[in-house]
């Protein structure tokens, strides 16, 4: 099983701000197999990345991912008031899916 | 538009099963399958077992193997899970989500979510 630990668990931050959320893999993630979510309470999570780096379709161009084998970030380059939620990643390169933990970016 | 819309909140006894029900629409339902997932209160998300919508292959989280299966019925575009042996710490939120394709499980549009909630 491919465990993903995220980090930070929390970040505060004031909108207008960047924001750089961390996934790490327990072992190589080949074919950038590495997808982001953002997920609001009382609501359905929401594709943002998938691919390590593709932009799904309607998320804004202030989103963005990179990275590659164990390393992976989630970009917001200038946060606006409804990014602020909890953001999961999640490999699909092996069964069993798995997510991280999660981070949590709050209004600081 | 693509939706997916879950059957409604569910209060259980312990050791009593679990039937949720996920009715796809606005595409091709056998084009792309249907995993589940739940979340715990307080908890991250968890992966609990994916089904093919065109063949009806399944694949499971070890986790559940023994107690969670999966079906389809394609003239309805529904698919179902059943949670067997309910505990206390099965009471999350269950969600449904597209796989963007058979071989990619990562999912792109998701149900609107079931609370359960198992207690005595």
């Known amino acids: 099983e491919i465990l993903l630990t995220q980090s930070p668990g929390t970040l505060s931050l004031s909108p207008g701000e960047r924001a750089t959320l961390s996934c790490r893999a327990s072992?190589?993630?080949?074919?950038?197999?590495l997808a982001w979510y953002q997920h609001k309470p009382g609501q359905a999570p929401r594709l943002l990345i998938y691919?390590?780096?593709t932009g799904a379709s309607g998320i804004p161009d202030r989103f963005s991912g990179s990275g590659s084998g164990t390393d992976f970030t989630l970009t917001i380059s200038r946060l606006e008031p409804e990014d602020f939620a909890v953001y999961y990643c999640?490999?699909?390169?092996?069964?069993?899916?798995?997510f991280g933990g999660g981070t949590k970016v709050q209004i600081k | 538009q693509v939706q997916l819309v879950q059957s409604g909140p569910e209060m259980k006894r312990p050791g009593a099963s679990l039937m949720v029900s996920c009715k796809a629409s606005?595409?091709?339902?056998?084009?792309?399958?249907i995993g589940w997932m739940r979340q715990a209160p307080g908890q991250a998300l968890e992966w609990m077992g994916w089904?093919?919508?065109?063949?009806?292959?399944?694949n499971f989280a070890q986790k559940f193997q023994d107690r969670f299966s999966m079906t389809r019925d394609t003239s309805a575009t529904t698919v179902y899970m059943k949670l067997e042996s309910l505990r206390s710490d099965d009471s999350a939120v269950y969600y449904c989500?597209?796989?963007?394709?058979?071989?990619?499980?990562?999912?792109?549009?998701w149900g609107q979510g079931t609370l359960v909630t198992v207690s005595s």
């Open positions: 999640q490999q699909y390169i092996d069964s069993p899916l798995t």
């Open positions: 089904i093919s919508t065109d063949t009806g292959d399944t």
């Open positions: 691919g390590a780096s």
């Open positions: 606005g595409y091709t339902f056998s084009t792309s399958g």
């Open positions: 989500a597209r796989s963007y394709s058979d071989r990619w499980w990562f999912f792109d549009h």
């Open positions: 072992r190589a993630i080949n074919t950038n197999s």
